[in-house]
Each structure stands twice: as structure tokens, then as C-alpha cells.
């Protein structure tokens, strides 16, 4: 999907793992992230854009050019300008810029080689989703593509805001089955050294209600109740007490 040429939305709820999700497919270094809150409008998130995009590329044309006697550069389109001595590195200036010039910020992007992920979708305002979703339009047409993250169940979230979208956007609904969610149990099992009995394992399954975050944080308060704190263990321990498991409630 990351090299479909589409936007890529991932959502779901809380502690689903969808930030893991993305770093597995996209380590940090490989992408520009730009963090909502309830405040973010959309110059807020072009501008740190183009402030790690920038950076990005500064470093990358200080390592070309190191070493030279006073050596010059410019980047065409980025009008990024330095001078560096032997030794000496002066500061790299960057000429103004519009945030309104969706197909300059395209451009900045695309001499990153980053992918923009955009996290926290759900906390920018309705007016500030609308204005981005008709963006990433451009974006797309630009050959940019941008992932976007956020806490929300329903699909085509971005068409809701933009219908051209539509064919533009691919998307992750991250949900774990009751099997994944078993397989998760016995890893810990392993791990620790442990077992769940078989009425304790299902009542972590119903209580997580298909939450991964929620059945790691009942299993692990369910060890602690049960006086387990280590894998130290030279044998496997046993929990069968369903009391252990009321008393984290």
C-alpha cells in the first residue's frame, strides 16, 4: 500500500497497535510526522512540514558539499543558499515561502523522499479536516501521497470530508480477532512462564472487548494479582484463581 501512489488512512480505536502498524512498514526516519491536538490548524501542520522537510534537506546538501573551499549551492525551487569553509560551516538561510502554495510544499516533500504522516487525524477541528481532505486532491495529483492516523471506527472518513478522494485513498481498519488475541495471551504465557486456565483466558478476551492495549493491561494486572512479577520461575505457573481477575475491575 505504501507504494500504491494513494493516501493510506489507518484508524481504529486506542491501543490497537496502528502506530506499531506503521512503524513496521515506515521507521520514523523514513517519515516527516506531524502530531494534531485540538489547537492545529492548517498552516500549523504545513509549517512543520516544511520546517522538518527543510531540515531534511539542509543536511543533505551540508554532507554533498562538505570539505569543499567555499563552496556555494542552491536547490531550484527550495532557493536554499550556503557557504561552507574548510573546517567552517555557516548557517543555511531559507527564503519565504506561502503555505497557500500546496504545489511548492509538494515539492519540498518530494526532495525529502519522506512520507507525511499526519497523526491524531481525529483531534483537528471539522473546518481544518475538510480544508486538508481537499488538499491531499492536489497532493495526490502532485504524486505525493501522505498517511493519516486516528481513533475512529467508520470507513471514508476523508470522502465524508472530500468525495474526490474516493479512488485516491486506501485504507486500514485496525481490528484484532479473538484468535490474534489468544496468540497474543500465549506469548506472554511463554514469556512469563505462565498459564491462564481456560475460564480466566476467556474472561480476559470478553473483558478486552477486541482491544489489544485493554488484554495486555487486564492480563498484566491479573499477574500482579496473582503475586507475578517476573519470569524467574524454574517451572510453569498456573493462575485459576477467577478472583484474581475480579479484583482488576
Known amino acids: 500500500m505504501l507504494d500504491s501512489g494513494s493516501h493510506l488512512v489507518i484508524h481504529g480505536a486506542s491501543k490497537q497497535g496502528k502506530t506499531m502498524l506503521r512503524r513496521k512498514n515506515l521507521p520514523d526516519g523514513k517519515c516527516i510526522k506531524v502530531q494534531c491536538t485540538n489547537r492545529t490548524d492548517i498552516s500549523h501542520i504545513y509549517s512543520e512540514i516544511i520546517r522538518h522537510a527543510k531540515v531534511n534537506v539542509s543536511t543533505e546538501i ?19 543558499k550556503g557557504v561552507l569553509n574548510i573546517g567552517r560551516q555557516e548557517k543555511h538561510g531559507f527564503q519565504g515561502f506561502s503555505l497557500d502554495n500546496i504545489n511548492y510544499i509538494a515539492e519540498v516533500i518530494q526532495k525529502t523522499n519522506k512520507k507525511v504522516v499526519i497523526e491524531d487525524f481525529h483531534y483537528l477541528s471539522k473546518e481544518v479536516k475538510e480544508k486538508l481532505s481537499f488538499d491531499l486532491k ?28 474516493s479512488r485516491r485513498i486506501e485504507e486500514i ?21 505462565i498459564s491462564f486456565s481456560d475460564n480466566i483466558k476467556k474472561s480476559i478476551l470478553d473483558d478486552s472487548n477486541g ?37 482488576c475491575r
Open 173 to 193: 481498519d485496525v481490528r484484532w480477532k479473538n484468535e490474534e488475541l489468544e496468540k497474543v495471551l500465549e506469548m506472554g504465557e511463554r514469556k512469563l512462564q
Open 211 to 247: 482491544n489489544v492495549g485493554l488484554l495486555q493491561l487486564i492480563a498484566g494486572k491479573v499477574c500482579l494479582a496473582s503475586g507475578i512479577t517476573d519470569n524467574n520461575s524454574r517451572s510453569n505457573r498456573t493462575i485459576s484463581n477467577i478472583n484474581s481477575l475480579a479484583n
Open 62 to 80: 551540508t554532507n554533498k558539499i562538505s570539505g569543499s573551499a567555499d563552496a556555494k549551492g542552491t536547490v531550484p525551487g527550495l532557493e536554499l
Open 138 to 165: 492536489v497532493f495526490r495529483d502532485c504524486s505525493v501521497s501522505f498517511i493519516i492516523m486516528g481513533v475512529w471506527s467508520e470507513d471514508n472518513i476523508l470522502s465524508y470530508y472530500n468525495r474526490d478522494l
